[in-house]
């Protein structure tokens, strides 16, 4: 189809589902871009940190009650659902015409999807102020002030309404710029320097890389590849996991560190997992790396200042008995 069609053709809702939260929202994530700067290779699917760049920018959105993602399907982290402009490749306004027709939210956040720093702290300041000041929609800008239509929350009614406007006025979506939706709409904004950074050039691709490796960044960003390889979806203590494998390395072996975290979430996994299973099995498993540390300390030796009682040495527990068996030596 060559023009908007708001929702309501056979088979697809007009309202949020029976039961769902009327403050939740849907995400709706281009990803169908010629990526010319790229020399045309398939941007989403370029890894930074081991993960796409669109499985980061769907993990940014998990919060989301439904994710449509614009683009030919592909492999994903996620389930999402899957649309296409008509034609395909007829820009942005068309993409996201044809992504809104998927969702019933009131409120729809709009990616792009070359984003590799956005996180859902970012995209739930984005809704929190769409909703505190009223306006249409609420927009990442970046370091310069310039506006990010495509990091961005709006209200789905509205988006909905000026589509068939800008549709009818031209006949279609396609090949419109995304500026003539934006000016039509009253719009407030949020500043985030590096969530609003996105991947144009592989001079970016190469800074996205350096930076996730910095120091301060490389554990955050490790743990959250692996979570999405493994197909994990669970926030755990890290600090607590760390200083229990630190305290098992130093206190009994250094191979105790991995091992010992290894069974800790085995052992949560068979409690019926979760954030309290693995809490519960590193708390046993530190008390018992406590315990352990402290009897090579000094104070757990003999003092060495008077006679051990007869055929108990000073590294038996004092409940201790001697073996009487006959063949005991």
């Known amino acids: 189809m060559t023009a908007y069609e708001p929702p309501g053709e056979p088979g697809v809702g007009t309202g949020p589902p029976q039961g769902a939260d ?3 929202y849907d995400a ?9 700067r790229l020399g ?8 930074v940190g081991g993960r796409a760049l669109l499985d980061r920018v769907l993990a940014a959105c998990g919060g989301a009650r439904s994710t449509v993602v614009v683009a030919a399907p592909r492999p994903t982290a996620r389930l999402v659902t899957w649309a296409r402009e008509d034609p395909p490749g007829g820009g942005p306004l068309a993409a996201l015409g044809a992504g809104l027709r998927h969702t019933t939210a009131e409120y729809v956040v709009v990616l792009s999807a070359d984003l590799p720093f956005l996180q859902e702290p970012t995209v739930g300041r984005l809704l929190g102020a769409l909703r505190a000041s ?3 929609g609420a927009l990442l800008t970046d370091p310069d002030g310039r506006d990010q239509p495509l990091v961005a929350a709006y209200r789905a009614p509205r988006l909905r309404e000026e589509l068939v406007h800008l549709a009818d006025r031209h006949g279609a979506l396609a090949g419109l710029p995304l500026r003539r939706l934006t000016a039509e709409l009253n719009l407030t904004r949020v500043s985030d ?10 001079d970016d691709i190469a ?3 350096a930076r996730i490796r910095e120091h301060g960044h490389v554990l955050d960003e490790w743990i959250s590849a692996v979570k999405d390889e493994l197909g994990v979806d669970l926030d755990v203590d890290t600090r607590g996991l760390l200083d229990l494998a630190r305290d098992a390395a130093h206190g009994v072996a250094r191979p105790a560190a991995p091992l010992t975290t290894f069974l800790v979430g085995y052992a949560a996994a068979q409690a019926g997992g979760g954030p309290e299973a693995v809490a519960e099995a590193a708390r046993k498993a530190a008390a018992l790396a406590a315990r352990w540390a402290q ?3 000094p104070e757990a030796q003999p003092s060495g200042t008077g006679p051990e009682p007869s ?3 000073g590294d038996v527990a004092p409940d201790a008995t001697p073996d009487t068996r006959p063949d005991a030596g």
């Not at 045309?40 to 890894?47: F, L």
Request: charged share 25%; aromatic share 4%.
């Open 311 to 313: 055929g108990v040495r």
């Open 28 to 36: 709706v994530v281009l990803a169908g871009g010629a990526a010319r």
């Open 40 to 47: 045309g290779t398939d941007k989403p699917g370029v890894r």
């Open 295 to 297: 009897e090579s300390t």
């Open 193 to 202: 320097p590096v969530a609003s950074f996105d991947c144009d050039t592989w």
């Open 134 to 136: 009223g306006c249409d």
């Open 207 to 209: 800074t996205a890389r």
């Open 22 to 24: 009327p403050a939740g």
